[in-house]
Every structure is written in C-alpha cells, then in structure tokens.
C-alpha cells in the first residue's frame, strides 16, 4: 500500500462526507464483513414522539400525566423528551421530584408527591413486583409496529402505559440494499424490546437483531461477533455507542448533532445517511484494489 494513494483515496472519501481518521482505516474498512448498526438515531431518525398514553385501574389521567412528566423531566433520554412533550400538550400541573435516579437500559425511578414513580421496560416492573399484564396485549400491538411501549407504576401498581414512535430515516433501507449487495452482514444492536426491534429491522431489510442489550454491554456483543471470526464495523450515533465503536476493527460514528462520539471512532460520516456507510466501503475497496 503506498502512502499516497491512500492519500488519494482518503481526499476523494472526504469528499463524499467519510472522514477516515488514518489510512490504516481505509485499509481495515476492505476487510469488513458484517456491519453493526445502532437502532435509534442511526436507523431511525432518533427523534420519537408520543403516539399513546393509557391509564389502569382508578388511576387519575391528569394526576398520572402530571406525575410522568415530573419524573421524566429529569432524564436526559430522548425517550423521556418524547414524554415531557407529550405530556405537556395533555396539560398537567407543574411538580417537581423530590429524588430521581435513572436505571440505565431500563427507565427511571422517582418520589414524586411522596409516592414512589417508576417508568420503564417490563425487566424495570418485574424486579419491583409490578403486575403489568393488564397493559400487555396494547403494548405488544403498538412493538408489532416498532413503537417503543413504556410501563408506570406508582407505588408498585401499574397505572398507565405510555408509547412512543421513531421514525425510519427515509435513506435507510436503501442503503441497507447496497450494504447487502456489497457482500456484507448487517445486524441491528439496541437496548430497545426484541420485538420492536424486529419490527424496525424487518421494515429496512435486516434480518439479524440483538435487542436489550444494556448501554454497558454494547462493546461486549461487538466482541462477541469477532469471536465468531467476523471482522466488524460499528456504526452509532450517540455517547453511549462509544465503547462499542472503539471495540470494533472499523468504529464509524454517524449524525450532525453535537455529541457524536467522533473520539472513539475511526471514520466519521458527515450527514445522517446510512449510505455514508456504504460509500466508506465501496472507497476502501477501490483504493485498496488501485494499490494492489
Ligand atoms: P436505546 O439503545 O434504544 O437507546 P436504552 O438502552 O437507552 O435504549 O434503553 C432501553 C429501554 O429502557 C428503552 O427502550 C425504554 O424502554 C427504557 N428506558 C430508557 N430510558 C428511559 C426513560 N427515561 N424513561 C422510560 N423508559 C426508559
Ligand atoms: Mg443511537
């Protein structure tokens, strides 16, 4: 490989918005195999909103609403943007928590009014006795969908459900197309319910899914992958991919909001598209096959 028409090739990528951190990443990226996509903010457009809010029992909706959104204002999870606004357009009363804690991968728990509130998935519920079932055929029809479903308990009854969409980005099944027609492997990777998850995936053409992975676990699926003898990319766009896109052979960060973990990455892709992703991998090829 020389230096310069790797240089060459790094110049041309730059152009199409794929910043190669180094030219031993335009080498790494020809021997990819199977490419690693977060699901929120890299398939999707990252940005969900609410589509449904249902209270059980005697629950009060003004009061349960109210006290979501106490709770939720003080996460900084996308998910919990989607239910602050959400919840402000049904009205509520302004609250403050008196403690909050968020449960990373699961949801939040808060003491709101004196009564303890948690918000999550159904692990969240079972591990503080919550019988959620009535709340589960609703849930599992908005998941079929891919919408991402939410729990409530106040004081360990179940009193509402709350869902939430995220749109596909428009480019992501094609790109995904082209990824295939490169000879590649995709798999999503998300903390998010196995079967919204498979809803998403199936929409934009992917059929291998890893779903609930905890934000601390990420890296450890990626390492995983590469036991199997895979040479891996990662592709992410937010903090908490950070890890993973390190622990991969190609970690590609992706996204023009502010807190892209470009540190961690080797390539960044300028723009939100996921055909970024394959223009990095037609490039490499190219350059590496001018050199050989
Ligand atoms: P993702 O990979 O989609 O960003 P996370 O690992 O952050 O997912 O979260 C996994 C799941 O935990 C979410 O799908 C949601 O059910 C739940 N969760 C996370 N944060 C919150 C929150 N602030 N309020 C309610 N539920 C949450
Ligand atoms: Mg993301």
């Known amino acids: 490989a020389t230096p310069t028409s790797i240089m060459a090739g790094s110049g041309r990528s730059a152009e199409l918005g794929v910043l190669f951190k180094g030219g031993e990443h335009l080498e790494h990226t020809q021997r990819i195999d199977t490419v690693v996509l977060d699901k929120t903010g890299t398939v999707t457009e990252g940005k969900p909103s609410l589509t449904d809010f249902v209270t059980?029992?005697?629950?009060?909706?003004?009061?349960?609403?109210?006290?979501?959104?106490?709770?939720?204002?003080?996460?900084?999870?996308?998910l919990a943007?989607?239910?602050?606004?959400?919840?402000?357009?049904?009205?509520?009363?302004?609250?403050?928590?008196?403690?909050?804690?968020?449960?990373?991968?699961?949801?939040?728990?808060?003491?709101?009014?004196?009564?303890?509130?948690?918000?999550?998935?159904r692990k969240l519920m079972a591990e503080h006795q919550v019988d959620y079932k009535e709340a589960l055929s609703s849930a599992e029809a908005r998941e079929a969908r891919g919408e991402?479903?939410?729990?409530?308990a106040v004081d360990g009854i179940l009193t509402a459900h709350v869902a939430v969409a995220d749109q596909l980005k428009s480019s992501s099944k094609k790109a995904?197309?082209?990824?295939k027609a490169l000879g590649l492997d995709i798999v999503m990777l998300t903390g998010d319910n196995e079967r919204t998850?498979?809803?998403?995936?199936?929409?934009?053409?992917?059929?291998?899914?890893?779903?609930?992975?905890?934000?601390?676990?990420?890296?450890?699926?990626?390492?995983?992958?590469?036991?199997?003898?895979?040479?891996?990319?990662?592709?992410?766009?937010?903090?908490?991919?950070?890890?993973?896109?390190?622990?991969?052979?190609?970690?590609?960060?992706?996204?023009?909001?502010?807190?892209i973990p470009i540190e961690a990455a080797d390539l960044t892709l300028l723009g939100d598209d996921l055909h970024r992703v394959a223009d990095a991998v037609l490039m490499s090829q190219k350059t590496m096959r001018n050199i050989k």
């Open 197 to 259: 998850a498979r809803a998403v995936a199936n929409d934009v053409g992917i059929e291998q899914v890893i779903a609930e992975v905890l934000p601390k676990d990420k890296s450890e699926q990626i390492r995983k992958l590469q036991k199997q003898g895979r040479t891996v990319a990662m592709v992410g766009d937010g903090l908490n991919d950070a890890p993973a896109l390190a622990t991969a052979d190609v970690g590609m960060a992706i996204g023009s909001a502010t807190d």
């Open 81 to 121: 943007t989607a239910i602050v606004d959400g919840m402000k357009q049904l009205g509520v009363d302004r609250l403050e928590a008196d403690s909050f804690s968020a449960i990373p991968g699961h949801g939040v728990e808060a003491m709101v009014a004196g009564r303890n509130v948690l918000v999550g998935t």
């Open 176 to 179: 995904i197309e082209r990824l």
């Open 148 to 152: 991402t479903v939410m729990f409530m």
């Open 56 to 78: 059980y029992g005697s629950a009060d909706e003004k009061e349960m609403a109210t006290m979501l959104h106490a709770a939720e204002r003080r996460s900084e999870h996308p």
